[in-house]
């Protein structure tokens, strides 16, 4: 009885937190960070990661452009990788903190806002604004493209998913956008990596020919689309919503919802299962390139994320909770 009261009253003192033991896990906590003062929020767990990578980028708390509150986070990068370093890239991306990563057979929602800057890059290159990964142990063999990503290309949103490889239901010839019939999906296949990226989502602008690398058809996963494109990347703020829950084995569920408007549901075989991969799932987000000769910046506001939809998804009908 006494270890009960004593413990009642230390956790009722002032400045006394509470014992890591008595913490959620990580993947049962709620993360919050809406930019609004001139560091991170501790409860939002998020960090700038420095590297020679980040090196091409900058972070700043700022008031001139938010979508909620006070403030919002501009992240910005400048051309950085010497001509003649093939395969470098930059970036200015914010992580999770590493002791708060969600097991990687844990389902989870994320939230965040996004406006992208004027000039919006229009090019045909590698642009990413959100990514979601699965950890790399050292000594891994190969490196990992993340099981979702929400890129651009000729100004145009797009998302994609990958796993590991799997027969294609059918191949055409290279660059040429593949024509998939019911229940299929186009994908770029890579064996000697024993991975392929499949073509889940894009915006109202998108074209056939924009999708050329995607010149296979796969059934590794459903995608049932939900009557709603990605936005323009013109359009101002777009609130991004998704539940993430890796599952290699097909056992696999992405839900993404844009302005509180239901994109897509993606099941079956996401994420990758290979030696050496570690136990959790991370998201990390802002601009991110193939070494280019023009600055980039985005501006991200009202980041969150939880367990529980309705935490999230706060101008939408969740699909479960």
Same mark, same amino acid.
């Given at each position: ?10 956790? &009722? ?11 959620? @896990? ?21 960090? =700038? ?10 972070? &700043? ?33 914010? /992580? ?17 806002? !996004? ?8 090019? *045909?290159?590698? =642009? ?32 994609? !998913?990958?796993?590991? =490889? ?7 010839? &290279? ?10 999906? +186009?994908? /770029? ?16 602008? /998108?074209?056939?020919? *924009? ?17 709603? +494109?990605? @936005? *323009? +990347? ?61 600055? /980039?910046?985005?501006? =991200? ?9 309705? *935490? ?10």
């Amino acid at each position: 009885m006494l270890r009960i009261v004593l413990l009642a009253a230390a956790l &009722a003192a002032p400045g006394v937190a509470c014992a890591e033991s008595l913490e959620l @896990p990580p993947h049962e906590r709620k993360l919050v960070d809406g930019f609004e003062g001139e560091d991170f929020a501790p409860e939002g767990g998020l960090y =700038y990661r420095e590297n020679s990578e980040q090196s091409a980028g900058t972070y &700043a708390f700022q008031s001139d452009v938010k979508r909620t509150g006070d403030g919002g986070l501009k992240l910005s990068i400048v051309p950085k990788c010497p001509a003649t370093e093939g395969g470098c890239s930059e970036r200015a991306e914010i /992580w999770e903190k590493t002791e708060l990563r969600v097991p990687y057979d844990q389902g989870v929602w994320y939230g965040f806002s !996004v406006k992208f800057a004027d000039p919006i890059p229009s090019g *045909d290159h590698r =642009y990413l604004i959100a990514q979601w990964k699965r950890e790399i142990d050292h000594g891994a063999d190969g490196d990992f493209s993340p099981f979702l990503a929400l890129r651009m290309n000729f100004g145009k949103l797009f998302a994609t !998913v990958e796993t590991n =490889y799997l027969p294609p239901v059918s191949s055409g010839p &290279a660059n040429v956008p593949a024509r998939c019939g019911a229940g299929e999906v +186009p994908v /770029w296949l890579r064996p000697d990596l024993n991975q392929m990226r499949m073509l889940v989502a894009t915006d109202g602008n /998108w074209k056939a020919e *924009d999708g050329r690398l995607f010149n296979s058809c796969t059934n590794g996963v459903t995608v049932t689309n939900h009557g709603n +494109p990605l @936005p *323009d +990347p013109k359009s101002g703020w777009i609130d991004f919503v998704v539940f993430t829950k890796p599952g290699p084995d097909g056992s696999g569920r992405i839900e993404l919802f844009a302005n509180g408007q239901p994109i897509i549901t993606v099941k079956g075989h996401i994420g990758h299962a290979d030696k050496g991969l570690g136990e959790n799932q991370y998201f990390k987000f802002g601009p991110y390139r193939a070494a280019d000769i023009t600055d /980039w910046t985005l501006y =991200y506001d009202d980041f969150r994320r939880s367990p529980r939809c309705e *935490d999230v998804l706060t101008n939408g009908a969740c699909p479960f909770s």
